[in-house]
């Protein structure tokens, strides 16, 4: 299994509301990745987790909260988010030993 | 900010012909790689070269890497309708672990 899951796939939230995202891999990868992409851009780093620890914070707003529970599921929380942070999400892992990112197909998020 | 530049930002070529994409970075490397991305969907990785090698190839896939000017290129050769999408080169900026993203290069194949 070389897939990285995540869903939704499309989200719509208003500003006022909480959501999460949602990213699994069975790849036993330990480094966990989320980014950020807005049309027409590359996709930008916001979080790094390394065997289930956050270890890069890329000075992302405290509305965008992350979490790794186990070393299989990545979960990105979203609370009073803005319209400018409508975006494609994808969620990307890597084995340690490896350089290689596997990204997921993304969240497609818009915030009205 | 760490990302690289890439040119062209738009690439329009025949069904057959060759493809060049450009990459340049600022910081130093361990490794540098090319993704694709098909519209609205996730990154896949093409290839990946070391600081230490100059060229590598992958089926219809050459990659070079100049250290000293801190560049890349890609070339996608006898391209082909389904080649259509954007191109990203990517760095780990020397840390092994943190990996960011070249501007793009979207490039159209037209049979």
């Known amino acids: 299994d070389t897939e990285v899951t995540q869903t939704p796939k499309h989200l719509v939230m208003g500003m006022t509301n909480k959501k999460s995202l949602k990213c699994e891999q069975h790849?036993?990868?330990?480094?966990m990745y989320w980014y950020k992409q807005k049309a027409k851009k590359p996709p930008e780093l916001m979080f790094v987790?390394?065997?289930?620890?956050?270890?890069i914070n890329e000075s992302v707003p405290s509305r965008f909260s992350p979490e790794c529970p186990n070393s299989s599921l990545l979960n990105l929380h979203l609370h009073a988010l803005q319209p400018e942070d409508s975006a494609l999400y994808l969620c990307?892992?890597?084995?340690?030993?490896?350089?290689?990112?596997?990204f997921g197909s993304g969240t497609q998020l818009s915030v009205l | 900010s760490q990302q690289g530049e890439e040119d062209p930002q738009a690439l329009s070529i025949q069904e057959g012909e060759n493809a060049t994409m450009n990459c340049s970075y600022k910081?130093?490397?361990?490794?540098l790689q090319w993704y694709r991305q098909n519209s609205g969907r996730g990154l896949v990785h093409l290839i990946l070269?070391?600081?230490?090698?100059r060229e590598k190839h992958s089926g219809r896939l050459r990659v070079t890497l100049d250290t000293s000017k801190k560049s890349s290129s890609l070339l996608i050769t006898a391209s082909r309708a389904a080649d259509t999408a954007s191109y990203f080169c990517?760095?780990?900026?020397?840390?092994?672990?943190?990996?960011?993203f070249g501007t793009g290069t979207s490039l159209t194949v037209i049979p």
């Open positions: 990307a892992s890597r084995d340690t030993n490896n350089e290689k990112l596997f």
């Open positions: 070269i070391r600081s230490n090698e």
């Open positions: 790849m036993g990868h330990r480094a």
């Open positions: 910081t130093s490397i361990n490794n």
């Open positions: 990517a760095t780990d900026a020397g840390t092994g672990n943190q990996f960011y």
């Open positions: 987790y390394s065997y289930e620890k956050l270890s």
